[in-house]
Nanobody, 125 residues
Framework: QVQLVESGGGLVQAGGSLRLSCTAS????????MGWFRQAPGKEREFVAV????????NYMDSVRGRFTISRVNAENTVYLQMNSLKPEDTAVYYC??????????????????WGQGTQVTVSS
């Protein structure tokens, strides 16, 4: 069973930065595309960013492009989300997820096979 554990969330002022980490165990991390999603209270879980298994391809939701950077270090079984210029609307629980398919870069929640428990990110005005 693949387990994903997020860390790095917290409280930050608007304009600040956070770096989220997600470490995998129990599987072959370097075989998975890895995504970040977020969910605010009362809203659907939404795609944030994805990185291919090799780290050579990435994609982002429009509202975070240019502010967030997804990266991975396969030797450490870890994917990162560097978040800069944070806005209050970025406030959500952030989840990492693993996609075993490795055919294109998926944006849909249903395309991912394994999920972490999430880490809270709160951006104050």
């Amino acid at each position: 069973q693949v387990q994903l554990v997020e860390s790095g969330g917290g409280l930050v002022q608007a304009g600040g930065s956070l770096r989220l980490s997600c470490t995998a165990s129990g599987g072959t991390f370097s075989s998975y595309d890895m995504g970040w999603f977020r969910q605010a209270p009362g809203k659907e879980r939404e795609f944030v960013a994805v990185i291919s298994w090799s780290g050579m391809s990435t994609n982002y939701m429009d509202s975070v492009r240019g502010r967030f950077t997804i990266s991975r270090v396969n030797a450490e079984n870890t994917v990162y989300l560097q978040m800069n210029s944070l806005k209050p609307e970025d406030t959500a629980v952030y989840y990492c997820a693993a996609d075993r398919a490795r055919v294109g870069l998926h944006r849909g929640v249903r395309e991912y096979d394994y999920w972490g428990q999430g880490t809270q990110v709160t951006v104050s005005s």
